[in-house]
């Protein structure tokens, strides 16, 4: 494993994971409850199948907890492959 693997780097990429929440209040419900997690600063959701969300933060932050938050909330949270430079 590598810091880029494991973590969201701040900065305009990003880190683009996918969800099995599908309602309008459940998106809501996560972007809200994502931006509580110190060190996210956005979260943006492709609403389009499948469904995904991208997390901009301002420092780096463990997927781990981005998991976390979103499976306390009864979804998943499956983080996408790494960008490339």
């Known amino acids: 494993m590598s810091i880029l693997s494991e973590n969201v780097i701040p900065g305009n990429h990003g880190k683009v994971f996918g969800t099995n929440a599908k309602e309008a209040n459940d998106l809501r419900r ?5 931006l509580k997690v110190e ?7 492709n609403d389009d199948f ?3 969300f ?3 933060t301002t420092q780096m932050v463990e ?4 998991e976390k938050m979103v499976k306390s909330l009864g ?4 983080p996408k492959g790494l960008f490339s430079l």
């Open 75 to 78: 979804f998943h949270a499956i």
């Open 30 to 34: 996560i972007r809200e409850n994502l």
């Open 63 to 66: 997927i781990k907890e981005v």
């Open 54 to 56: 991208t997390v901009h």
């Open 50 to 52: 499948p469904i995904e």
């Open 39 to 45: 060190g996210v600063k956005n979260v943006v959701f």
